[in-house]
C-alpha cells in the first residue's frame, strides 16, 4: 500500500484533474437539456453568423398569418419545453403508467450513486489488481505496476457494477412476467384474455387504451417477453454470478500463490550461507554431541512449524474475508439494480417526468416556472427576429399583406404559438382517442353473432322442402312408439271386439 500512496502523491495534479473532468462531465450528462439551450441561445444571439440573422431572411407569410421564420424560431424553443418539463397532463400519464406496470415506486439508479457504487468495488477490487498487475505486465518496473493496477482495477469495477445492475434489473423483470401469469392463471374469468399473439399498442401517450383491461394485462402491455410470455433464462443473472464467483475464487488463488512464492524466497533467503561473518554459533554447536544439542533443534524446528503454521491460517483467512467481502458487495449490486431497474418499456421516461414530486400542484408550479423561463429566453430571441424583419422590409420593400403583417409583430408572442400548439396536439390525441375507440366497437360488432335475413327460394325449392318435411314426418311417426293404451285399443281391433 506503501507503493499506492506514493503513486496518489507523486500524481495528485493529475488524478485531481481527471476527477474535476470526471465531475464536470457528469453534471453535464445530468443537466444536458438545460446546457443545450444555453449554447442555442448563444448561437441565435451571435452577432455575424447567428441564427435570428439568417432566418430575418425569410419573408414567407403563412396563412395563419404568421411569418415562416417565427413559427420555426418559436418551434425551436417550444421543443426544449417539451424536453425538459412535460406538460401536467404528460404527469397524470406517467404515474398512471408506471401504477399500471407496478414501478410507481421505484426510483432509477443516479449518476452519483453509480460512481459510489464503483468506488466502493474500485477499492475492493484495487488489492487483488496489484497482485494481478505482476502477472498481467511482466518484467515491469514497481511504478508501471502499480499504474497498471489502478486501470485493471477500473476496468474490473465497471464490468462488475454492470453486470450487477443488469442481473437486479433481469430479476425484477422475470418477478413481473411471473406475476403475470399467476394472476392470469387464476383468473376465472369466461372471457380471460389470451396472453399469446396480442398486439401491444400502448404508449405513455395513450396510457388510458387499457384501463378497463385486467391488472395483469396492463403490466404485459408494458414489458417485453419472449414469444410464451415466460421469464425465460436468467442470461445476465448467470452472467453475473459466472463473472464474480470467477474473479473472487482467481483473486484468491493468485494472492495464495504469491504468498507462497514470498514465503519459498525467504526460506532461501534464510538459508543462504553468510560470508562476512568468520564465527557464527552454528559452528560450535557442530563439535557439540548430539544428545544436547538434539532437543533444542526439536524446539527451534517446533516453534518454526507452529509460526508458519500461524501465519499459513491467518493468510487464508484474510484471503477467504477479501472474496467474502467481494462477494457481499456484488450481492449489494444487485439488490440496489432489483431495487432501481425498470422493466417497463417507458418507465424510466415516465419516471424522469415525475421526478420527486409528491402531487400534481407541485408539479405544475415546477413546471410554470420552467416554461415561463424558457418562454422568456424564446420571447427575447423572437422580438429580436421581428425587428430584423421589419428592418430588412423597410430596406427592400414589401407589399400590403406584408406591411399589415408587420404592423401586428407585437400581438404574436412566443406563449401564444405554445398554446396554439398545446390544443393542436390535444386535438389530434382526441381524434385518436376516438378513432380507436370506434375502430374497437367496430371490431366487438364484427364478432356479435346477427340473425340472418331469410333468403328468397324458387316454388320448386319451395316444394321439395315442404315435401322432405312431410316426408319427416310420416317418419316420425312410423318410428313412434307405442304406448300402452294404443297397444290394448289395437289388440281389441285385431280379436274383432
Known sequence: MDELYAFLLAYRAIIGAAVLTAIFVILVITWWDEVKLFFKSMLYSMPLIGKTRRLAKDMSV????????????????????????????????????LGKVQELGRNELGVFMRILLIAMVFVEALGFAYVLAGYTIPGASEQLQVQGSFFIAFLISCVLVFLTHQSGQELHKRGLIKKVRTWWMHDTDEDRANLLGRTNKVTLENDQVDDNDPAYMQILHRVDTNAHVTPGAPIWTMI?????????????????????????????????????????????????????TQPQAD???QAENE??????????????????????????????????????????????????????????????????????????HLSNLQVRLTANASANGVDKTHREVLMGSADRTFMDHHEQSENKAEVSRQNADKRKQSSVHAAKEERTPTVSEPIAETREEMEARIRQELLNEKQAREEKTETEEEMRERIRKEMGE
Open 62 to 97: 403563412r396563412k395563419d398569418g404568421w411569418f415562416a421564420s417565427e413559427r420555426t424560431l418559436c418551434d425551436d424553443f417550444a421543443g426544449d419545453i417539451r424536453r425538459i418539463a412535460a406538460d401536467p397532463e404528460m404527469y397524470d400519464r406517467s404515474k398512471s403508467y
Open 240 to 292: 453475473a454470478a459466472i463473472a464474480i464467483i470467477g474473479v473472487a475464487v482467481g483473486a484468491t488463488y493468485v494472492r495464495y500463490e504469491t504468498y507462497q512464492q514470498e514465503k519459498t524466497a525467504e526460506t532461501i533467503g534464510a538459508a543462504a550461507p553468510s560470508n562476512n561473518s568468520v564465527f557464527s554459533l552454528g559452528d560450535l554447536s557442530d563439535d557439540l554431541p548430539n544428545v544436547l
Open 299 to 301: 524446539a527451534d524446528q
Open 307 to 380: 509460526q508458519e503454521g500461524a501465519r499459513d491460517a491467518a493468510n487464508l483467512t484474510t484471503y477467504a474475508i477479501l472474496a467474502t467481502l467481494f462477494i457481499l458487495i456484488q450481492i449489494m449490486g444487485i439488490g440496489i439494480g432489483y431495487k432501481t431497474g425498470f422493466a417497463g418499456k417507458e418507465s424510466a421516461t415516465a419516471r424522469g417526468i415525475i421526478r420527486n414530486f409528491p402531487s400534481r400542484t407541485s408539479y405544475e408550479a415546477w413546471y410554470e416556472r420552467k416554461r415561463d423561463a424558457i418562454a422568456r429566453v424564446a420571447q427575447k
